[in-house]
């Protein structure tokens, strides 16, 4: 017997969600295949098989969460399982247990009513002849009911030995819970100022106005903490900017082919901001640390997260080393980065560590905005449409120029307004010349 368990998935990840069982019980499974899918704050991941037997149990559903080391099912060698199945699709139907002193009584349908299975009841000990049932609590403690008809009553607050069953062997349906609760209603539980408040959405959807209801996903919830706890813990501030694009327009009009020939890979615009950002941490190192405590930590290193729309929330992977990286070695990073949070098969490691953080906006139209900080940075940066603006060269030219609003979202609490002032400039001064981004970058 193999227990399958939730494995460890990193120091931030202690739980998640089984969003979905690719196996049932009774499935035969070979070593190294896909048992389910496990949704975590930041990634989906694929617990596999450990060795080869049957899907014995199954002991968490999906939409459960799990914690870390958790058994969700059991693997066994086989033999147990595929008797029992055997046993169970050959066997008669199973006489249903009296209370002590009375003889076992079938179970009989009413005719145009569907059968209710019998509920499980403990078997005890038998010789070849005789199968002996022993009677389960539930039957010790009242009439013989459907699980359908318990789980009806249950809702409805009555108790089952009130009933009457119309059935001559005393059987209890739902029909006869639903009789009873015509005849009777039980008194309503008072109701709790937690339920009082959860009451205004079911309202909403008796309206009769069509509505749809769903449960977020861990990486939406995780996404709203997150963004809302870094509203509630930093002094957020933004500062905006406009950059002039004609020179890097230019750069990547003369340049993109051979650039393409050489590297296999297209020159976007990611790899000229991401050298512009790297460029002004340099000059401006506080927007390249964190708040612990009552120190600050001051990264030496540049690790520049990519903000990426995927398709179950935004993630920011990680672009390592920025400041070692050439123009092509970013934007082939950025491009494989970018195809694994689409395809949803983002490492832990792709996540992690990352010491500022560019979004860009502009590809889905946005004119200007205020990027939230992804906590625990203190800056992030963030990019927009590219439009084409009347510019004032000088005091008697004016000249249409393709620009963009740049904005820094910063942390007040280490961040003064003049520095981050000054580093949105160094970052629109290099864009502006991007042959600076080859010296400073």
Do not use: C
Not at 48 to 75: C, M
Not at 173 to 181: H, W
Not at 238 to 244: L, R
């Amino acid at each position: 017997m193999h227990e399958i368990k939730v494995p460890a998935m990193g120091e931030s990840i202690t739980e998640g969600t089984i969003s979905k069982w690719t196996v049932k019980v009774g499935d035969v499974v070979k070593q190294g295949d896909v048992l389910l899918e496990l949704e975590t704050d930041k990634v989906n991941l694929e617990i596999s098989a450990e060795q080869d037997g049957v899907v014995e149990q199954i002991v968490r559903q999906e939409g459960d969460t799990v914690q870390i080391g958790e058994v969700v099912g059991i693997i066994g060698a086989g033999q147990g399982a595929a008797a029992a199945q055997a046993r169970q699709a050959a066997a008669p139907a199973t006489p249903v247990a009296a209370p002590a002193g009375e003889p076992a009584k079938a179970v009989a349908t009413p005719a145009g009513e569907p059968a209710a299975p019998a509920p499980a009841r403990p078997v005890a000990a038998a010789t070849p002849a005789v199968q002996t049932a022993a009677p389960a609590a539930d039957d010790a403690a009242g009439p013989t009911a459907s699980p359908a008809a318990r789980k009806l009553a249950r809702e409805m607050g009555f108790d089952l030995l009130s009933l009457a069953a119309r059935e001559p062997l005393g059987r209890v349906y739902p029909a006869d819970v639903q009789n009873a609760g015509t005849a009777q209603k039980p008194p309503a539980p008072a109701a709790s100022p937690q339920s009082q408040s959860s009451a205004a959405p079911s309202s909403a959807v008796s309206s009769g106005k069509p509505q749809e209801r769903k449960r977020m996903s861990r990486r939406r919830q995780t996404i709203a903490k997150r963004l809302v706890e870094a509203q509630h813990n930093a002094a957020m501030l933004t500062t905006f900017n406009e950059v002039d694009m004609t020179a890097i327009l230019d750069v990547r009009k003369r340049r993109k082919q051979s650039f393409q020939e050489k590297h296999d890979v297209g020159l976007g615009f990611m790899s000229f901001f991401t050298k512009a950002v790297v460029g002004a941490l340099k000059k401006f190192p506080l927007l390249n640390a964190e708040i612990d405590g009552e120190d600050i930590i001051t990264k030496q290193y540049y690790d520049i997260g990519i903000a990426v729309a995927a398709k179950e929330g935004l993630v920011v992977p990680v672009v390592r080393d920025a400041d070692r990286l050439g123009f092509a070695e970013i934007e082939r990073k950025i491009g494989e980065l970018a195809a694994k949070a689409r395809s949803n098969t983002l490492d832990l490691s792709d996540l992690q560590g990352g010491t500022f953080t560019i979004t860009n906006g502009g590809v889905f139209g946005s004119l200007l905005s205020t990027p939230i900080l992804n906590a625990p940075q203190v800056g992030i940066l963030g990019m927009h449409k590219i439009q084409l603006r009347p510019v004032a060269l000088d005091q008697e030219r004016m000249a249409n120029r393709p620009m963009m609003y740049i904005a820094l979202s910063y942390d007040h609490r280490i961040v003064d307004g003049a520095e981050a002032v000054q580093f949105l400039v160094k970052v629109k001064e290099m864009l502006e010349d991007p042959e600076t981004l080859l010296l400073e970058g």
